[in-house]
């Protein structure tokens, strides 16, 4: 009798003991994600701001279950090489301009043509719209979020009050403003940003063609006391996402990452038409910097300069399957709707 009673507390031991080997650890002791994410620019410029909002938004709406770690200033990837360094795995997400890979991405690119959008908000918006109804671009990652940077503009060393007073000045400008300032009676230099400050201290320029925020984040407003708003163009960029990685997300990390897509392009372009602001305000309060505006009918003038830029892009993207004219007639239209929205 003891014997069999002894032989029934061992099978209750054992069976509790099994018991506790099968019960689901606390959520807090599960395997947590990492995730690395590549940038370029400075870690104090815009995109990498917009990196680290995605970032905390991410660890704070998954309970800390996925952590990001960000690497600003082409500390894990350079900038021509994000896009394929994440098809490959090199990191898991890559912020990246499209511009710098000329003709791989034809529907951004024609975001990046001087269409007059005059925010990053309304811009960035119209870049995601664009994108979401033709994604084939895109179709080797996953896409997180898209956004731009605010309208290109004019910072010059003497004032630029009139298409006029542009002839033959030499501007720093890069990618698809160079034609733009050629159309408009410029002359376009290429070199790098950090190069410019020198060369228009010694009058290699006369001055650069970028958004404004730049006036503050590097100081541009010692070299340039004159900016001239002309809203040109905008330069896009996206968020992509390894494929395998994503893949292997667990389905309630989707359901984040996917929430925060359309709100992460519409918080950085409202941010950085901000910031914009507060660049301008500061530039006037350190250096007297003065703003000025082109004349109506000169300013009403620009698309028709400049036309002969959206033919060619018609031109060379149609024959390689990019319906070229339809996808600039629905981007007027998408800017249209923005630009109403947030007049």
Known sequence: MLLKKTLV???????????????????????????????FPPATTFPCVQMERWATEVQKRTNNAVSVK?????????????????ITGTADIGNFAMSYQPGRFPVSEAVDLPIGFTSARAASL???????????????????????CPPADFMTKTPVKSLKDLKGMELR?????????????GTPVAMPQSETPEAIQKGVVKGIVSSMEILKDFNFAAYCPYATEANLFVVTFAVVMNKDKWNAMPAN???????????????????????????????????NHQVFRLPAAEYSE???????????????????????????????????????QFK
């Open 9 to 39: 507390m061992c099978l209750g031991i054992s069976l509790l003991m099994g018991a506790a080997l099968v019960v689901p650890r606390p959520a807090e002791a599960q395997q947590k994600i990492t995730l690395t994410y590549a940038n």
């Open 70 to 86: 960000t690497f600003p200033g082409g500390t894990l990837l350079a900038a021509k090489n994000i896009f394929d360094g994440v």
């Open 126 to 148: 119209a870049l995601y719209d664009i994108v979401e109804k033709y994604p084939k671009e895109f179709e080797k990652v996953k896409i997180l979020t898209l956004f731009t």
């Open 173 to 185: 400008v890069s990618g698809t403003g160079a034609e733009v300032i050629t159309k408009l009676g």
């Open 253 to 287: 990390v989707k359901k984040v990452l996917d929430d925060l897509k359309r709100e992460q392009a519409d918080w950085t372009g409202k941010y950085v038409d901000d910031h914009v602001k507060e660049a301008l305000a500061w530039s006037k309060e350190k250096y």
């Open 302 to 340: 620009i698309p028709k300069l400049v036309k002969p830029m959206m033919d060619e892009y018609v031109k060379r993207v149609t024959p390689q399957g990019t319906p070229g004219d339809q996808v600039l007639s629905d981007l007027y239209k998408l800017k249209d709707k923005y630009e109403k």
